[in-house]
């Protein structure tokens, strides 16, 4: 089995920083796309960012310029840096992952339980 856990989540104050760690374990022979994704109260959850196994990343118009997300691929981490926090970025964030157990499976995507991060003064 694969096991996906998120750290870091907490209370921060509007212009903060806030940092989230994900940590994969378990069965994993590779590791292709990780990335976050949050769901704030009444909304539906969205992308905010990813980072392919080569390092390529893509994020959300409302996080451009303000979040970094990274990978440790030796460590089957990643991290989301998260600065100039606004209210609206208020919400369960969750980080997911594509994973190839063994070689020749196909990757399958496995999630994380989230973690809450609330901006507010």
């Known amino acids: 089995q694969v096991h996906l856990e998120e750290s870091g989540g907490g209370l921060v104050q509007p212009g903060g920083s806030l940092s989230l760690s994900c940590a994969a374990s378990?069965?994993?022979?590779?590791?292709?796309?990780m990335g976050w994704y949050r769901q704030g109260p009444g909304k539906q959850r969205e992308l905010v960012a990813v980072?392919?196994?080569?390092?390529?990343?893509n994020y959300a118009d409302s996080v451009k310029g303000r979040f970094t997300i990274s990978r440790d691929n030796a460590k089957n981490t990643v991290s989301l840096q998260m600065s100039s926090l606004k209210p609206e970025d208020t919400a369960v964030y969750c980080c997911?992952?594509?994973?190839?157990?063994?070689?020749?499976?196909?990757?399958?995507?496995?999630w994380g339980q989230g973690t809450q991060v609330t901006v507010s003064s």
């Open positions: 997911n992952a594509g994973v190839r157990r063994h070689l020749g499976d196909a990757y399958e995507v496995y």
């Open positions: 980072i392919e196994g080569n390092g390529r990343t």
């Open positions: 378990g069965s994993i022979f590779s590791i292709n796309a």
